[in-house]
């Protein structure tokens, strides 16, 4: 008699076999219902419960026969999931993120005339690599059906500026230069270099990429550049404007120069000077009786880490060593608002203003002549009514804009 005959002859009654496959069909359960009998199905009959729900994948015959002994509910098959495939991208051979943080020597001493403010290249050299994307692997649920898998996107390669691209998926440079990454294309920007002053000897300076002034910038000239600017010596009087700006001997303002950098301005010190960034200002030493201007951030904390007098704003925060003196000198402070956004506002509410008033006297103008039968009037007199009537409509448009450029300053 075997194991599973009952002692009367009669065949056994066993426990019920309920296959369940999950919503994603990757998964098959077993599991069984005592009620009627404790007798645990056979290995055989529990494959050929699976077999009939269609179950063919993946099927785990350790966790069978271990479910046929103890008579617990088990995991029997298990799909493959699918592999999906990598999106191409672009292994760059550079990093910006050293771009404006002050160099440190081994003892981890901050020198805030060496900024890394420039990342630079090399004719010849390789800028980014593209990597294809892959096509991963397609799976298979337990009823033996295959789970098609997501193939990775192209990505599409473009050279920038003064770069070409080789074998389809290198970049390389094609001058001496900064590398410029706008998050689509990768190129390399001239640098112009200026052994000395900017002064006489080279008027003023307007240059697409970056630019170097080893001396100083004389008064009353002008450095203007796309690119970074960095200034070896003192800024006098002048108008500075670029990307990042660097002034390694400070500012002196003169109260007349301007220095404005769209992204960080570093310099030694400020002197009566008017300076903007549309991020952050770092001053290593102190700033006197200037006019500074930060979208985020203005940080002053060299060896006197000095504010004292003048008028500091900073969208988000202003950090110094020490603010004011024991002589009382008036220094204003203002956090909270970005500067350069309050004073697009300002001017935004200056242009309503202009124009509403010029709108207001065409309205006044065409309700006069509204009274006129102006069929009757001369051709000049129509032309100039034709030409308010235009002139109207403009006008309205141009508030129209103005209202919702304040709204989003």
């Given amino acids: 008699m075997s194991e599973h005959e009952r002692a009367d002859g009669e065949r056994p009654i066993y426990s019920k076999i309920n296959i369940h496959i999950s919503s994603d069909k990757m998964v098959a359960t077993v599991g069984f219902d005592h009620t009627e009998s404790n007798t645990h199905p056979t290995v055989e009959m529990i494959k050929k419960a699976l077999q009939d729900k269609g179950v063919v994948f993946g099927i785990d015959e350790a966790a069978i026969e271990q479910g046929a002994k103890d008579g617990k509910d088990f995991e029997a098959a298990l799909g ?21 943080r002050p160099k440190a020597d081994e003892y981890d001493r901050v020198d805030y005339k060496d900024m890394n403010l420039f990342v630079l290249v090399k004719q ?44 389809e998926n290198f970049l390389y440079a094609d001058i001496d230069g900064q590398i410029v990454d706008t998050g689509k294309v990768i190129g390399v920007d001239p640098r112009l270099v200026i052994k000395d002053d900017v002064g006489v000897g080279t008027g003023n300076i307007d240059f697409t990429g970056a630019v170097s002034v080893q001396g100083s ?26 990307n990042n700006v660097l002034i ?94 309050q004073r697009q506002y300002k001017a935004a509410c200056q242009e309503y203003g202009d124009t509403k008033k010029k709108l207001d006297e065409i309205k006044k103008t065409l309700a006069t002549l509204g009274k006129v039968d102006i069929s009757k009037l001369p051709p000049e007199r129509q032309e100039m009514v034709a030409k308010l009537g235009k002139g109207r409509f403009q006008l309205e448009g141009q508030l129209e804009r103005l209202l919702e450029e304040m709204d989003g300053l």
């Fill in 248 to 341: 390694k001997g400070g500012i002196q303002g003169m109260n007349r120069g301007f220095v404005k950098a769209r992204e960080t301005l570093m310099a030694f010190f400020a002197e009566n000077a008017e300076i903007e960034a549309g991020r952050n200002v770092t001053i290593a030493d102190v700033v006197l009786n200037s006019q500074v201007r930060a979208g985020k951030k203005v940080t002053v904390l060299g060896k006197r880490g000095q504010i004292m007098g003048g008028s500091t704003f900073a969208g988000e925060e202003i950090e110094a060593t020490q603010i004011g003196n024991p002589a009382n000198v008036a220094t204003k402070l203002e956090v909270g608002v970005n500067p350069m956004v």
């Fill in 80 to 100: 493959k999931e699918p592999q999906h495939g990598e999106d191409a991208y672009l292994k760059k051979n550079y990093d910006l993120g050293v771009k404006g």
């Fill in 217 to 242: 910038v004389q008064a009353g000239f002008v450095v203007k550049a796309t690119g970074d600017i960095e200034v070896g010596g003192i800024v006098s009087g002048a108008e500075v404007e670029g």
């Fill in 124 to 167: 010849g050299e390789l800028l980014a690599e593209r990597i294809l994307q892959t096509d991963g692997e397609p799976g298979m649920n337990v009823l033996g059906v295959k789970v098609n898998q997501k193939k990775g996107r192209p990505l599409v390669f473009k050279a920038g500026k003064n770069s070409s691209i080789r074998d």
